[in-house]
């Protein structure tokens, strides 16, 4: 396996907080890799310290066999990045800002690497427009053409899509898709578990730890549970119910509740019970398989219990 990302028991802090908490990686040529977590997990320091934006208070990082501490330059010069918040600049035209970054890399030809670009993203047709004219998920795509026009080895997405209209979300992924076939390395950072369900392998991260690291399929098997989603009346009374009465951890959705419980049939028939007993409809229920966001409050509630 050709490992292009290497991270060794990596810490950091600010002052009395521990950010990340001794994390080790290793990610292959040509992968997605997802890193999943909640606000404060440690997501963003992980990804800026990956691409030599901040020092590492201990623990090893190598990128293209590069130690980040020794050969920062030399990696920046092979990774693109994608950060959470629009850096570009907004009083420039999509095609000066492409022009600016391919300076800044010392790229000088790049009319055609720009024009594949803005093709590749759908942005031809708005090229004189300027930056801060265009909305949200049209923005996201010129800072990834942008971060794509030095043709990087690894390209780093620190929460990509993060207040982006779902039709913007779609088109974004389907651009990524596409440069995996070309062999680039993906390491993204994500609050969405959707999303996350996409990449080749996801590590969930909460407190500045790794709690589960492997393939989607693999961590929604490993806790040997499954999924009981319920439509009924009274939604909140039911789920306020199944939780003191049972004892099961709910989740609500709109008009439906799930719980994640080990035996499926003989649980439900204890909720079936409970809820007609108080005059509750069950109007329809399944049985499914957990979702990476079931198995997330699942493992981060197991990890506060123990």
């Known amino acids: 396996m050709n490992i292009i990302i290497q991270i060794d028991n990596f810490s950091k802090s600010y002052g009395n907080l521990k950010a990340v908490n001794g994390i080790s990686l290793s990610i292959p040529k040509g992968e997605m890799f997802g890193l999943v977590g909640p606000d404060g997990a440690g997501k963003t320091t992980t990804i800026r310290a990956l691409c030599g934006l901040l020092k590492s208070d201990s623990g090893n990082i190598s990128l293209m066999d590069f130690d980040i501490k020794k050969n920062r330059k030399d990696i920046q010069n092979n990774i693109g990045y994608l950060s959470q918040k629009f850096s570009l600049y907004e009083d420039l035209t999509i095609d000066e800002n492409i022009e600016f970054f391919a300076e800044i890399h010392n790229i000088k030809k790049y009319e055609e690497r720009r024009n594949e670009l803005l093709e590749f993203t759908r942005l031809t047709e708005f ?10 998920g049209m923005k996201q795509k010129l800072a990834l053409a942008c971060s794509l026009i030095h043709k990087p080895k690894i390209l780093f997405l620190d929460e990509p899509t993060t207040g982006v209209d779902p039709v913007s979300r779609r088109d974004f992924w389907k651009i ?24 080749n392998r996801v590590a969930l991260m ?14 929604k098997e490993s806790i040997n549970k ?10 909140r009374l039911a789920g306020k119910l199944i939780k003191e009465k049972l004892d099961l951890d709910v989740q609500l959705f709109g008009d439906r509740l799930n719980t994640v419980v080990s035996n499926a049939e003989s ?34 509630k197991s990890s506060e219990t123990n």
């Open 127 to 136: 090229r004189k427009r300027q930056a801060g004219r265009l909305s949200g």
């Open 176 to 199: 990524l898709s596409n440069l995996l076939k070309d062999g680039i390395t993906i390491f993204m950072t994500t609050p969405y578990l959707d999303e996350a369900e996409r990449c």
């Open 206 to 219: 909460n407190k500045g730890e790794i709690i589960t690291l492997d393939t989607p399929a693999k961590i």
């Open 226 to 235: 499954k999924v009981i989603e319920i439509v009924c009346d009274d939604v």
């Open 267 to 300: 649980e439900f028939k204890r909720i079936e019970k409970l809820l007609t007993e108080n005059n509750i409809s069950i109007n329809d229920y399944r049985i499914n398989i957990p979702s990476l966001e079931n198995v997330f409050i699942h493992l981060v």
